[in-house]
């Protein structure tokens, strides 16, 4: 409990400070995006330090730092997010579930940041998602997506959906499978307390997206899942 205490008020107090930085770096677009890796690094590696987590990765050598991609990566827990951004050396934007903007300073972050909000309730904000997301990666970012579309309750890995990875078909960029190990035992979806421990992330070599159609997103979305429940077996109990 005292654990909780401490590192909720901790990531509450680090949000709200480096929050002025990205906001203000929203206003200037070219810091922008430098400003908000750098903070958002930061806000991470913090989270994670006062958390007592270990992060380990494997397959960074896998990424050119030039980008861009779309990252899918499985979701077990709201700490898969500290856990990508403190190891992820490509700048990026998040795909993200619209009641996190409504959190004040994290929200208003996230907004500066130029991070995609999306309704899962209405097709015409997933369709202004993915709009979105395609002016992005064409500028030179990653996009981030969890195809589940939630957090895993039980640990399982759901079946993926496939809006994030039309946006890797549509604009041709590579797509690279995320395993994220470990999150679930410190931070499990309606847990309340933090818990320390090892989080393991196994980034897979990019699937290029040149020889699928469109009309293969599911295949390709398949593809994708049987990567990552492959690692996510074999390394569970590491």
Same mark, same amino acid.
């Given at each position: 409990?005292?654990?909780?205490?401490?590192?909720?008020?901790?990531?509450?107090?680090?949000?709200?400070?480096?929050?002025?930085?990205?906001?203000?770096?929203?206003?200037?677009?070219?810091?922008?995006?430098?400003?908000?890796?750098?903070?958002?690094?930061?806000?991470?590696?913090? %989270? /994670?330090?006062?958390?007592?987590?270990?992060? !380990?990765?494997? @397959?960074?050598?896998?990424?050119? #730092?030039? +980008?861009?991609?779309?990252?899918?990566?499985?979701?077990?827990?709201?700490?898969?997010?500290?856990?990508?951004?403190?190891?992820?050396?490509?700048?990026?934007?998040?795909?993200?579930?619209?009641?996190?903007?409504?959190?004040?300073?994290?929200?208003?972050?996230?907004?500066?940041?130029?991070?995609?909000?999306?309704?899962?309730?209405?097709?015409?904000?997933?369709?202004?998602?993915?709009?979105?997301?395609?002016?992005?990666?064409?500028?030179?970012?990653? %996009? /981030?997506?969890?195809?589940?579309?939630?957090? !895993?309750?039980? @640990?399982?890995?759901?079946?993926? #959906?496939? +809006?994030?990875?039309?946006?890797?078909?549509?604009?041709?960029?590579?797509?690279?499978?995320?395993?994220?190990?470990?999150?679930?035992?410190?931070?499990?979806?309606?847990?309340?307390?933090?818990?320390?421990?090892?989080?393991?992330?196994?980034?897979?070599?990019?699937?290029?997206?040149?020889?699928?159609?469109?009309?293969?997103?599911?295949?390709?979305?398949?593809?994708?899942?049987?990567?990552?429940?492959?690692?996510?077996?074999?390394?569970?109990?590491?």
């Amino acid at each position: 409990m005292l654990r909780f205490i401490f590192v909720f008020v901790f990531i509450a107090i680090l949000t709200i400070f480096l929050c002025p930085f990205t906001v203000i770096a929203g206003l200037l677009p070219k810091v922008r995006d430098r400003v908000c890796y750098i903070a958002a690094k930061i806000w991470a590696k913090a %989270i /994670i330090f006062v958390s007592g987590v270990k992060v !380990s990765v494997k @397959g960074l050598e896998n990424i050119d #730092k030039n +980008g861009p991609y779309v990252f899918a990566m499985n979701h077990q827990s709201y700490f898969d997010i500290f856990s990508i951004l403190s190891i992820l050396p490509v700048k990026s934007k998040w795909m993200a579930k619209k009641e996190l903007f409504y959190i004040p300073f994290l929200g208003w972050a996230m907004k500066s940041c130029d991070f995609i909000p999306v309704d899962r309730k209405r097709a015409k904000s997933a369709y202004k998602a993915l709009k979105r997301g395609l002016e992005l990666i064409n500028q030179g970012n990653s %996009i /981030i997506i969890f195809p589940e579309g939630t957090r !895993s309750r039980d @640990g399982r890995i759901g079946p993926f #959906k496939t +809006g994030g990875i039309i946006l890797a078909l549509r604009s041709n960029r590579p797509i690279v499978p995320v395993t994220i190990i470990g999150t679930r035992h410190i931070l499990p979806k309606g847990g309340r307390f933090i818990r320390p421990g090892h989080v393991k992330i196994i980034i897979d070599k990019p699937i290029s997206t040149k020889n699928y159609k469109e009309t293969e997103k599911e295949k390709l979305a398949n593809t994708l899942r049987e990567i990552i429940v492959k690692n996510y077996e074999m390394e569970r109990h590491f």
